[in-house]
């Protein structure tokens, strides 16, 4: 199974090939699919050649060779065509719930309208927008790509607009978020105590990180013994989502 780009992709790659006989560049494939940056493309290239759709041609450029097409049998061996995958098309699997680290969205963030995914039925997929990679640990300013998606069971979410971030640390990790691990965030600016959720503090910096209320004040937990609670008076914190399900692959 492919995401919804990859899919674009390669077939955009495989009519570029017939029609010229040389593979498009990688300003040409960012134009087609209509992204914003040439990253985008160089991940769902890296997705097509590791589950063996394409494979590049080394000390040539622009050389891309398509191996095969959606629907026809892969040539090799071991790989899992079935399942949610990443932007980069690795299979993923569900896990339960996995605070996320730190810095996952800036200051401005605004999760994109996902069309009627609250009609979404058990039996769908859903291509939920992927964030980049937000630290389980020291807060840093996330990446935003808005052109890298992940495909994932619409049974794994319900009502709501949805987004997801890769985790890139070790906070939470008694939580059972490991690092590389994927969290799929429910958008909402209200979240119980004890919720796991991606909280912006100051306006600048967002944290995955277990909420809760200490007097007047609230606590950012990890949950990894090496790492502080982070305390704060509440206008320093504005919830942006809450933990609703995780994706880990297994290499």
Known sequence: MLTRKQHELLLYIHKHLGEHGVSPSFDEMKEALNLKSKSGIHRLISGLEERGFIRRLPHRARALEVLRLPGEPSTQTGSAEDGAQDAAGHP??????????????????????????????????????????????????????????????????????????????????????????????????????????????????????????????IALEPANPAYETRIYPPERVKVQGRLVALLRRYH
């Open 92 to 217: 993923l699997s569900g896990a339960h719930g996995r605070p996320v680290g730190d810095n996952v969205v800036q200051a401005n963030f605004r999760a994109p309208t996902v069309p009627e995914l609250g009609a979404t039925t058990a039996s769908q997929n859903l291509h939920l927008p992927l964030y980049g990679r937000i630290a389980a640990g020291t807060p840093i300013e996330a990446l935003r790509d808005e052109s890298a998606f992940v495909e994932i069971p619409g049974a794994m979410v319900g009502d709501g607009e949805h987004y997801c971030l890769e985790v890139d640390g070790d906070s939470m990790i008694e939580a059972g978020i490991h690092d590389g691990d994927t969290v799929v965030i429910r958008r909402g600016e209200h979240a119980e105590p004890g919720a796991i959720v991606v909280a912006l503090v100051d306006g600048e910096e967002a944290t995955l990180k277990r909420i809760r209320r200490r007097g007047h004040s």
